[in-house]
């Protein structure tokens, strides 16, 4: 058939890309806090554990403060009682103050100033206060305001990394689609359990109804509806045949299929997902870099507040004020809030793009798509399927387009052909089974031809024609020339005449094949526009004509462009046009040809069901082959940098305000902040900066 190679298109056979429906996060992007990590204690059991043990040990240093008891008319007297104080405060300021001093050491090992070597500052001066009036030198209650500064902070601290910690468990969570055992069948044909992790690239495993596939591999037998939700987030099932791929961690709902493996361990899909996660993650955007730099700033702020507070009230002679006063400018300078603001705002982006199928792998990448104001499409496959559909079919005077549609797909039900089987395909959805067809053959390079019914028919492209030098009848040229215009493939079906006898070729009519533009693809496009997007391009190597019809078909107005006949290895250049006219691109593409062009982008984004080196050179994969989600991203870029600047803005107004407050500057109005305050209200700016972050999950990403 020399139409059916002739209209060659770039379909690319790809893998499926899977994401997690969890939240992705490490510690650590989590550097504005001084670089937790699980050696310092820092991860929420731990925390909670040292937040109970301290709030128990702090219930009777409030109880037999006598500030408190004053306050509350009762009296507490028992042998011993003075040193309730020294010895309890003692072990909270050593037990549950540990992570924090640490934290603090460390950052003056590291020379980063942060947000643990001010609250390793501001317990440390509380601790040293408490400890001199204990021994007489100053007459300050501050046990246990020592007691509550210290548990107020590991009960912030708990909850901060019980909220980023969530996002640690997407991995395991990952991890946990995998199942521990597989069946692998033997080569004399008997089943045995193994691990998952013995399994060999080329073993055949059985995967029976309702289990998960162990390992990537191929269908060797069998054919079942694969639930494919935690790849691409679509609920309907797939079916799988022999010959087709299916993915670790799917499963198989309805029947039971021996795969062949072709990927195990790291090599597999599933650990290319945790891979890019943890890279998302690790790759700090640019408001990180801020909030890290503010925090350190702050560092410098307080430390000056705190030493200007305790000079200016020593010199009013009143050392009792200026150690309180310094404390709580100490306390209430901690940048919780600020460290708080961006990693969580990442991990709710990271968790929320997840579960509609955008995978985030450069965080660069998510900040920068609100700015853009070009997309650039790939054509085949991303706003087309890469696969061609029965466009149009029409028949001689003597044949109606049913009888055409009918005789062709028997024809070509034998034939392996990608247009052969497109016509099969369309004939069966339109009519149900087709008729039976024998004595099939292959004209080589020119077209199939077979017997139905007695009679010998043929299928095929102009070359056919010009073979049995045959023309066109005029009844079909109409039909023809639009769709030849349109670049659509045109094929023939000829009645060669009886089984036993040839008679005269005749052409009984013609069926028009175009690669199918994706449904979705239009909706797509509208919605880039109602986003303020200036400019849609597409880029094709197809000839002119077919690239105009598909943008016909999109709805692309005069200020869209289409770049044609371009060859793969000049894609790149296209992006680069469109850079000099002052443009912010992104690209949208799957195939090895589109890398160049994905990585020279402004945004590169792979649409998932694309190859390997496509989504090595793109900052975000759509893990579906649905091109909605470009605006899904342009979403929630804006939605998340809209977060980042309101938790910054919220976290340094704060300090602007609280500062000199601590600091006593309205103290002659008889407005003052306690170190106990002092911590709570830290603590509230925490909630607020974490609760504005939660609201990014209400984002709709699709339209």
Known sequence: MSDHHEHGHEHHEGHHVQHAEAEHEHHDAHQGHGGHDKHAGHDPEAFRRKFW?????TVPLVATSHMIMDWFGYTLEFPGMELVGPVLGTAVFVYGGWPFLAGGVREVRDRVPGMMLLIATAISVAY?????T??????????WELGALVTIMLLGHWQEMKAIGQAQGALAALAALLPDEAERVKEDGSVETVSASELAVGDVVLVRSGARVPADGEVVDGEAEMDESMITGESRPVARGQGERVVAGTVATDSAIRVRVDAVGDDTALAGIQRLVSQAQESRGRGQVLADRFAAVLFYIAMVAGVATFAVWSLLGDLDSAVVRTVTVLVI????????????VIAITTAVSAKAGILVKDRLAIERMRTVDAVLFDKTGTLTKGEHTVAGVAGTEGADPDAVLHLAAAV???SEHPLARAIVAHHGHEHGEGARASDFRSRTGRGVEATVDGKRYAVGGPALLRELELEAPQVLSRDVDAWSGRGATVLYLIALGSAHHDGDPEVLGAIALEDEVRPEAKQAIADLRSQGVQKIAMITGDARAVAEAVAADLGFTDADEVFAEVLPADKDQAVAQLQERGLR???????????PALARADVGIAIGAGTDVAIESAGVVLASSDPRGVGGVRRLSKASYRKMIENLAWAAGYNIVAIPLAAGVLAGVGVTLSPAVGAVLMSASTIVVALNAQLLRRVKLAR
């Open 53 to 57: 043990l301290s709030l128990a040990l």
């Open 128 to 132: 040293i206060a408490s400890l001199a």
């Open 134 to 143: 204990s021994l007489g030198f100053f007459d300050l209650e501050f046990w």
């Open 333 to 344: 300078a901690c940048p919780h809030a600020l460290g708080l603001a961006i990693p969580l």
């Open 412 to 414: 070509e039900s034998d």
């Open 585 to 595: 691109v992104a690209m949208v593409g799957d195939g090895v040809n589109d890398a």
